[in-house]
């Protein structure tokens, strides 16, 4: 799949309504298929359509997304991937597709690229200050995107600063409109209008109506200045948008004619009740004068109604809004500010009274119109759909498949820790590896070492054959030993830096790597299968180092202890003031939109959720697992792997674990599209997650998470590639931002087995 175009063209899929249904964006997807049809041969088009009423499409629709059925849109995806498409175009408009503020075609976008099938994104609307849940949608679907293109200037620096996409994806490409005098059969209702209207000076308005049109405002205006131009006729082509008459019948159509009955211009004002074909509207264009579009919102970024006029040569009078601002910069026309027809009547009456003007403002239509003719603009979108088809990419592997019920399996390689052998020595584990090759010049540290006894711990039951030559009995050894020597009870803290000769290279304080001594011990003290005497050993130095967790003074270090402390027979009182830190961290901090325990997701992330239900259900207090859950199933929709059936602003799932990188995520800010490298730590940490969860709850939910995290390490992520060395038994370092970093360091490898030990230890695997 990956690799170049071949010569005989690409097909490309656009996403999009699509006529016989009646919208703006449907109407611009047709002229694009019919523009790349005629000006680019080679790109071939086929159409998967947003549909809501069952309609029967031509057979250019290939595929069909029932806007409402949130399914649909992962398996749309699958079907347009398997066509052979050669890439993806989607319209996007925030009504026409499901979920709040159109999200759900972010799962088509997610599962388009995890099926390695490169995609652009169009934006019929970019808004200035778009409400948290708008920009995230945007961003979702912008962030895997070839390129995004917008039609104007305006837009391109507005997509920018809301951090939708980086300016360096983004592209102009303009809206694109028929030649003056285009042909075509026009209906016997339409060219009785126009003949009735001989003679007469026009403005016209045309296109769906409601409401957000404005017309309003133009029929006060025409009622300003009848007196003065008592030649002028306003013609309203157009049939009211669908969506308004499923939600309000006509209302607004209703609400115009007493209007133009209030101001008594009922021999002025013409209403033509049809949608109007392209034929159609070259044959109202032709005849109008002025072309007004008086819309009442400034954040209006496209207007095909707009781009037709200008195109055709009308001169127009506009309210302020972007797109009108960027078209008629040149002269075309004036903009006026909303809902204000005083200044709209001034505005037409400029016109309808100077020849001059008028003239000089059709000039300037007819120059910038020149560009915006279909064919012009046709070549230019080919040549972006063929760039997009020529980064196609091998899909994502199946790490992760399904059941029959929808729930997540993994097929787990054999055990190897020939790694792990390779970097534990007599000293510890070695921190850091180049590839496979450990760096012995990186020391040792407490952090490492507590986490080999963990999985020490955790590898004292399998069979002697699967270890391959590892003794997780030397390991535990070995690591309650640097352990010991390390802490300082006097100073309630430890040592943490050893290097490969044995020497200390810090003095004794507190931190994660204490809270992670206390977290190891906690498991190798309650470990079923360690043999008495490191059992005891740890249990002693648990006891000596408990009251470390006081001097604790950041949330993850306290988290890191409380899993240890929950491991202890009886109930301490670290327990409890542990499980009270976190829980008023978390109450300090949450809001409805962000219920977590910081004001921005750092590293280690899923490890806070995690000790607080642990401690939570360990002490027996309800409302402390309640908080929790809560936490972690919000903590899951940030990831990729919120729960489909109650989604929320950032928590349409992925069906991948796609991590916060170690670039940080904070509270209220907009995501960017790279947010670093992402950790093994983070993917360990989510799978212990949603095991504890699974043991407390008993949700198949929270298994199938877990299954569906741990696929990050073999291959279900971002970017289809393994973070688990089967050749070595190691752990890659993190997902970078297009490859995966080859050294195999110990925390990396660690946490791969610590991730596979909790699935096993549940028996989900």
């Known amino acids: 799949m990956a690799g170049t175009v071949s010569n005989i063209g690409i097909t490309l899929a656009i996403v999009s309504t699509y006529p016989p249904r009646r919208c703006g964006i449907a109407t611009y997807s047709r002229d694009l298929a019919v523009a790349l049809n005629d000006a680019a041969p080679d790109v071939r088009v086929e159409v998967c359509a947003l549909d809501r009423?069952?309609?029967?499409?031509?057979?250019t629709v290939r595929t069909v997304i029932r806007q409402d059925e949130r399914s649909d849109y992962r398996r749309a995806a699958q079907r347009v991937a398997a066509s052979?498409?050669?890439?993806?175009?989607?319209?996007?408009?925030?009504?026409?597709?499901?979920?709040?503020?159109?999200?759900?075609?972010?799962?088509?976008?997610?599962?388009?690229?995890?099926?390695?099938?490169?995609?652009?994104?169009?934006?019929?609307?970019?808004?200035?200050?778009p409400s948290s849940s708008q920009a995230d949608t945007l961003y979702r679907l912008c962030r895997d995107a070839a390129a995004v293109t917008v039609f104007t200037g305006t837009a391109r620096r507005l997509a920018v600063d809301t951090g939708i996409a980086p300016a360096d994806r983004i592209v102009h490409v303009p809206h694109g409109a028929p030649p003056p005098g285009s042909g075509g059969e026009i209906r016997p209702e339409v060219a009785a209008t126009l003949d009735r209207l001989a003679g007469r000076r026009l403005l016209?308005?045309?296109?769906?109506?409601?409401?957000?049109?404005?017309?309003?405002?133009?029929?006060?205006?025409?009622?300003?200045?009848?007196?003065?131009?008592?030649?002028?006729?306003?013609?309203i082509a157009g049939s009211t948008h669908?969506?308004?008459?499923?939600?309000?019948?006509?209302?607004?159509?209703?609400?115009?004619?007493?209007?133009?009955?209030?101001?008594?211009?009922?021999?002025?004002?013409?209403?033509?009740?049809?949608?109007?074909?392209?034929?159609?509207?070259?044959?109202?264009?032709?005849?109008?004068?002025?072309?007004?579009?008086?819309?009442?919102?400034?954040?209006?970024?496209?207007?095909?109604?707009?781009?037709?006029?200008?195109?055709?040569?009308?001169?127009?009078?506009?309210?302020?809004?972007?797109?009108?601002?960027?078209?008629?910069?040149?002269?075309?026309?004036?903009?006026?500010?909303?809902?204000?027809?005083?200044?709209?009547?001034?505005?037409?009456?400029t016109l309808l009274s100077d020849p001059d003007r008028m003239e000089r403002a059709r000039e300037a239509a007819r120059t910038r119109g020149a560009g915006l003719h279909w064919t012009a603009v046709a070549r230019r979108f080919a040549g972006i759909a063929r760039a997009t088809a020529a980064r196609r990419t091998r899909p994502v592997p199946d790490a992760v498949a399904t059941d029959a019920a929808g729930m997540a399996r993994v097929d787990v390689p054999k055990l190897k820790p020939t790694h792990l052998n390779r970097i534990t020595d007599s000293g510890g584990i070695v921190q850091f590896s180049d590839r496979a090759k450990p760096d012995l010049g990186s020391g040792y540290c407490v952090d490492d070492v507590s986490r080999l006894a963990i999985v020490a711990a955790g590898l004292c039951d399998v069979p002697v054959r699967e270890l391959k030559g590892a003794d997780p009995h030397d390991w535990l050894d070995t690591s309650l030993g640097f352990l010991e020597a390390g802490y300082d009870a006097s100073a309630l803290g430890s040592r943490n830096m050893r290097d490969a000769t044995g020497v200390w290279l810090d003095e004794p304080h507190t931190g994660d790597h204490v809270g992670r001594l206390l977290w190891s011990l906690g498991a190798v003290a309650a470990g079923d299968s360690v043999p008495d005497k490191y059992r005891e050993r740890a249990a002693v130095l648990l006891e000596q180092a408990s009251p470390a967790l006081r001097a604790m003074t950041t949330v993850r270090s306290t988290a890191y202890a409380l899993l240890g402390l929950v491991r202890v027979p009886e109930p301490t009182p670290e327990l409890a003031l542990g499980v009270a830190r976190l829980q008023a961290a978390l109450r300090a901090t949450a809001t409805d939109d962000w219920p977590w325990f910081e004001n921005e997701l750092t590293y280690d992330n899923a490890r806070l959720p995690q000790a607080l239900l642990a401690g939570g259900e360990r002490a027996g207090d309800g409302a402390v697992v309640q908080d929790a859950l809560r936490a972690l199933d919000w903590y899951l929709g940030q990831v990729g792997l919120g729960e489909s059936g109650s989604p929320g602003p950032g928590e349409e799932p992925e069906g991948y674990l796609a991590l916060i990188g170690n670039?940080?995520?904070r509270k209220g800010a907009l995501p960017p599209?790279?947010?670093?490298?992402?950790?093994?730590?983070?993917?360990?940490?989510?799978?212990?997650?949603?095991?504890?969860?699974?043991?407390?709850?008993?949700?198949?939910?929270?298994?199938?998470?877990?299954?569906?995290?741990?696929?990050?390490?073999?291959?279900?992520?971002?970017?289809?590639?393994?973070?688990?060395?089967?050749?070595?038994?190691?752990?890659?370092?993190?997902?970078?931002?297009?490859?995966?970093?080859?050294?195999?360091?110990?925390?990396?490898?660690?946490?791969?087995?610590?991730?596979?030990?909790?699935?096993?230890?549940?028996?989900?695997?």
């Open 84 to 129: 052979g498409v050669g890439a993806v175009v989607v319209q996007h408009e925030f009504g026409i597709f499901g979920g709040p503020d159109g999200a759900w075609i972010t799962d088509f976008a997610a599962e388009l690229h995890r099926l390695g099938v490169p995609y652009l994104v169009t934006l019929h609307t970019v808004l200035s200050e």
């Open 663 to 665: 670039l940080w995520r």
């Open 204 to 235: 016209s308005t045309f296109g769906l109506l409601s409401p957000s049109k404005g017309l309003e405002t133009a029929i006060a205006a025409l009622g300003r200045i009848a007196e003065q131009h008592p030649d002028v006729t306003y013609l």
């Open 53 to 59: 009423d069952g309609l029967a499409y031509p057979a």
């Open 242 to 349: 669908p969506e308004i008459v499923r939600q309000e019948g006509e209302h607004y159509r209703d609400k115009l004619v007493l209007a133009v009955k209030g101001a008594k211009l009922e021999d002025r004002v013409v209403f033509l009740d049809l949608f109007l074909t392209d034929a159609e509207i070259s044959a109202v264009l032709a005849r109008t004068e002025i072309f007004c579009t008086p819309y009442r919102s400034r954040e209006q970024i496209s207007s095909g109604a707009l781009t037709f006029a200008v195109a055709a040569g009308c001169p127009v009078v506009s309210t302020s809004y972007f797109y009108a601002e960027d078209m008629l910069a040149g002269g075309a026309g004036i903009t006026v500010p909303p809902e204000d027809p005083e200044a709209y009547a001034e505005a037409l009456h």
């Open 673 to 765: 599209r790279y947010e670093g490298d992402e950790q093994p730590i983070d993917a360990a940490a989510v799978v212990e997650a949603c095991v504890e969860a699974w043991r407390v709850t008993g949700r198949e939910f929270y298994a199938d998470r877990a299954r569906r995290a741990f696929g990050w390490f073999l291959g279900a992520n971002r970017l289809g590639l393994p973070l688990y060395d089967a050749s070595s038994g190691g752990g890659r370092d993190g997902l970078r931002e297009s490859d995966a970093n080859p050294n195999q360091g110990a925390e990396s490898t660690l946490a791969y087995y610590q991730a596979l030990l909790a699935l096993r230890s549940a028996d989900l695997v």
